[in-house]
Every structure is written in C-alpha cells, then in structure tokens.
C-alpha cells in the first residue's frame, strides 16, 4: 500500500495550534529559525511573509517546505517566484529546470531559462525557451524583443528586424519595437536605418528618456550634434536638469561623441526586461515588475537605470532596507550616484537612522550648496517628523536657488507653507498656499489646505468653503480631501451636510481614525448618540495621536459636550464683528 503525502488542508489542521504561537517577529527573515520541522507552520508562515513582501523570510520558509515536501508542485513554483523576486536567479535557475519537466510550457521559468542562455550566449537554446513559452500581450512582446536580440547576438541582424516588424499587437507596442530595432540596426553599424528607426521611436514617445538618449547618441555619431542637443533640451523641458541629459550635453558640448546605448545581445535583452519590469512597476504588476528587473540585473549589472527602477520599487512597497542595499550598488561613477546618495538618504530616515541620513544630506549639500535635490529631501524628511521650524528653514533654502518659480515649483511653495501653519506662523503660511496656488490655481492639496485654514479660522468662509468644495470635485476620492469638506461644514454649523460627507470619507477610508472621530462627533450633533458612540470606539481602536485619545474617551465616557469645542465659525464670525 503506498503512502499518500497530506494535503495542504490536513496539514494546516494538524499544525495550527504550533501555529497560532508563533510570535509576529518570526515572519522577518532574521528572526527565521534554523529548520521548523512544521509543514503548516512553514506553509502559513511564507504565506505570511509574502503578503508582507517580505521575499527574504518567504524564501527561507519556503526552502523549509521544499525539504519537508520536496515533490509538491506548488511548493516548487512558489519557491521559483519568490527566489526570482528576491534576485537569488542561481538559486531560481535551478529550479525552473525542473519546473519545465513538470509543465513543459511554463512561461516564467521558460523566460529565466532563456535569459540563463543569453547570457551564456547560447542562442538557439534562448530563442527555444521563448518559442516553449506560453505568451499573452506582456508574453508575446517580451519574448519576441528577447528573440531578436538573440538573433543580432548570432550575427542575424537582418533577421532580428523582420522579427520585430512582424510581431503585431495594441498600440503600446509600437514604441518598443521602434526603439529595439533602432538600437540592435545601431549596434549593428548600419547607420542610416538605425536613425530612422530611434528617430521614430523618439517622436512615439516623447517622454522615454531612454528613446531620447538613444536616438541623441546616434546623432552624436552621425554628424547631427545638433540634433542631439535639440533631442535633449525638449526633454529637459519636460523634466528638468536629469543627471543623465546634463552628462550627455556636458560631453557633446565638449565636442565629444556618446557610444550606442546598447552594445551587445546581453546589455539589449537587460534593456527588454528593464523597460517591461519598468512599466510593469508602473501599472500595478509589482511581482513581475520585481521578476523582469531582477533578471535584467543579473544578465547586465552595470544597466544604468535597472538598479535604480527596482530600488524605487522596493520603496513603493514600503521596503526601505531592501531598497538601501541596492542603491549602495549604483557605481560612484555613474551620472545617478548622486540621485541614489539622495534617496538612499531617504530611506535610511524610512528604517529610523534619522541622523545618518540627515549626516549624508547635510554633507552633500555642504559639498554643493546648490543641491536642490538633497536640500528638499532633507525638508521633507524634517517635515515628516514634525520639525516644522526646522523645514520651513530647509524648503526656503530650496526656494532661493529658484530665481523665477514656475507652475512646476508649487509644491515647495506648498510644503513650505505647511511647515509655517505647523510652527504657528501663519502669515508666512497664508503667503506661501497663495503663492502655489497662483503657480497652480487647480492644485486640489493647496485648495484644500488654505481653503480650510481660513474656515477653520472663521476667515473667508465662502472663499474658503468653495476652495474646498473645488478639491473635493477634482478629487473625489481622496478620503482626506473629503474628510476636509465634511470637517468644514461642521466647523460652520451645518451638521447634516457635514454627516453625508464624512460618511463619503468613511467609505473611503474606513480606518482613519481621524475620520471616524470626526463622523462621530457629526452624528452627536445630529441627534444619533449611539451611532456616535460607536465611532468613537471605532477611532479609539485605530491608535489615534496620544492628545486625540485622551479626548476621544472622554467623548465616550462622558458625551461631545465633556470635552472643550469652540463655536462654529460662522457664529464666531459674527461676535467678532459685534453681531
């Protein structure tokens, strides 16, 4: 009789109980101990960890399942993934061998196994695992772009071409396959076709910084130096003083030629996996995103922009420490180490090293007083942790070095101006909103913010309702815009407009307890006592600011009327003017 291996059910309920014991900490990868012998408890436990992004202890408890089930499937592909994610791509090449033995066309291990030849230079094997792969629109334009490549690495660079010009599929491939054609037709030496292509590329899409570079380097080399700068400056217009751009004018000004951005079928197939993992990064496709520029990393580490696209996805993901360590790896000669000193900086405040990033900061901007970039992530890490003396002081030094503000500049204006009302300097803030908001007459975070100072205020009351009622319209969504709409109207007597408001800010963003104080103080005056009382424990429970509390269970214990309020504003208004 043969023994059958538990479900992933049974083993769940057999280990539960040892389970539910474990401490929180153990999901963090330092806290992982050495083997538990629990296949529930490892199972749970990198479940855990992956929906904490935390791929360090997720691969350490998946490696544990593997040893203690090492034929189950699922197991082995979440192990993959969660390898590949976390750039452990040797360890993950291993196991995509024997993924394929089990499902022949499996797209991610197809894909790392491809990328394992291109960089051996084995292309025929690449261009079989692509061919193997089972594709969808991501799919089909990845593993055609990557085929190409291969076939340019082969010495095919006619074939390479046909290959993409054949590929058909929406419109957002079309800038792609200008740009990888151009750029294997110029690292192929074919001047004049690879031109035309990356000058198509270009205008397909004004804004990539990377079509913008490669169609100026080609330029650069083909007796159009001044079609290189013009290149550049349309970009600058866009955003402004770009490391990259100004090293690339530095260089072309200096009468000097800018090598092709991409050289061999290697450093081009980093470039597919980067520019995919980049948009994927964008639109919501996080693990993939993570996939694609791991990969892109291993096959061509010194890619200028990969390692710092997947530094600034740790940091959307709420992963300072992972991100840290990959921005320490950008090269001191790279035109970005000084943008990756800068959020490195950042992030170190992110993990509590609040006075080694503000060292780092410091020490750049005394080595250039004139860096803007280090002077605002000094503010807004001073900002953050409420010094608002200190950042109104900061966000000034900034805006001294800006002889004409633009529309662009609004936001120092606006942070700066926070940081005045927070210090209690509110003629410099007022000064500060007005001028963003002239900058940026639509801007909703400054309508907001001055729109509901004054009403707080008891000044400007219908300047100041209107400008929040404009937020509220330009953002619908936004919990605390609302929240500011519904607080507004309660700060002026209108009690019932002010429920259906905070009851929209609720819904959208159900665990402020901000909000839900706010809703049940709405409901108090309303005459819905008990539904008043529930909000407030429900605040209670959201571990609101210390102040906050204190009045919060007073409210419970004791009523609205228990704690100090001031009078609506509108009242207020009219004593002031002896009415």
């Known amino acids: 009789m043969t023994t059958r291996r538990p479900t992933f059910s049974a083993a769940l309920a057999a280990g539960l109980a040892a389970?539910?014991?474990?401490?929180?900490?153990l999901a963090r990868a330092e806290a992982v101990p050495d083997f538990d012998t629990s296949l529930a408890g490892n199972y749970l436990a990198a479940r855990l960890a992956s929906t904490e992004r935390d791929q360090d202890a997720a691969v350490v408890y998946l490696r544990n399942l593997m040893k203690l089930d090492a034929r189950n499937e699922e197991i082995l592909e979440r192990t993959f993934f969660a390898m590949l994610m976390d750039g452990q791509i040797d360890d993950a090449m291993k196991l995509a061998d024997r993924l394929v033995k089990i499902d022949r066309t499996h797209r991610v291990a197809r894909l790392a196994l491809a990328v394992r030849s291109i960089k051996k230079a084995h292309y025929q094997t690449a261009r079989t695992n692509l061919a193997l792969s089972v594709r969808g629109p991501i799919g089909d334009l990845t593993a055609t772009l990557l085929a190409a490549w291969t076939f340019f690495g082969s010495g095919n660079t006619k074939g390479a071409v046909e290959l993409i010009d054949r590929l058909e599929g929406p419109d957002w491939y079309a800038p792609m396959k200008e740009l990888h054609a151009g750029l294997i037709l110029d690292a192929a030496g074919q001047k004049k076709e690879a031109g035309r292509r990356l000058e198509a590329a270009m205008k397909a899409d004004p804004g990539s910084l990377r079509a913008i570079d490669a169609y100026a380097r080609w330029a650069s080399r083909n007796d159009n130096t001044e079609a290189a700068l013009a290149a550049y400056a349309a970009f600058d217009k866009q955003l402004p003083n770009h490391p990259i751009v100004l090293a690339a004018i530095k260089e072309l000004k200096a009468g000097k030629q800018l090598p092709p951005l991409v050289k061999t079928a290697q450093e081009g197939s980093s470039e597919v996996l980067y520019g995919l993992g980049a948009t994927l990064g964008r639109q919501g496709g996080e693990d993939l995103a993570l996939v694609y520029l791991q990969l892109a990393i291993w096959l061509y580490p010194e890619h200028p922009f990969a390692s710092l696209t997947l530094a600034d996805l740790y940091e959307q993901l709420k992963q300072p420490a992972k991100a840290i360590e990959v921005y320490e790896t950008v090269p001191d000669s790279s035109p970005l180490k000084r943008n990756a000193q800068v959020q490195l900086a950042v992030n170190l405040d992110a993990t509590d090293h609040y006075n080694e990033a503000?060292?780092?900061l410091e020490k750049m901007i005394a080595a250039d007083p004139k860096d803007i970039e280090a002077i605002i992530a000094l503010g807004k890490i001073q900002q953050t942790r409420k010094m608002f003396s200190e950042c109104a002081g900061t966000y000034s030094k900034a805006i001294a070095l800006i002889p004409q503000p633009t529309r662009g500049n609004w936001a120092l204006f606006y942070f700066r101006g926070v940081c005045n009302e927070r210090s209690k300097n509110?003629?410099?803030?007022?000064?500060?909103?007005?001028?963003?908001?002239?900058?940026?007459?639509?801007q909703p975070h400054v309508l907001n913010y001055l729109g509901y100072s004054w009403v707080d205020q008891g000044t400007n009351l219908d300047q100041g309702l209107d400008m929040i009622r404009k937020a509220a319209k330009l953002r619908p969504d936004d919990g605390p815009i609302v929240d500011s709409l519904g607080w507004a109207y309660y700060r002026t007597g209108r009690y019932e407009d002010a429920v259906v408001q905070l009851e929209r800010a609720i819904e959208l963003m159900p665990q402020d307890p901000v909000i839900n104080d706010h809703l049940g103080d709405a409901y108090w005056k309303v005459g819905r006592k008990l539904e008043a009382g529930f909000q407030w424990n429900h605040a209670r429970d959201l571990k609101p600011e210390p102040d906050d509390l204190a009045k919060i269970v007073q409210?419970?214990?004791k009523g609205l009327d228990s704690v100090d309020q001031p009078p609506p504003v509108s009242k207020a208004e009219e004593q002031q003017k002896g009415g």
């Open 19 to 25: 389970v539910l014991t474990l401490s929180p900490g």
């Open 426 to 442: 509110w003629p410099a803030a007022e000064a500060d909103l007005k001028k963003a908001l002239e900058l940026n007459p639509d």
């Open 358 to 360: 503000r060292k780092q």
């Open 555 to 557: 409210k419970i214990d």
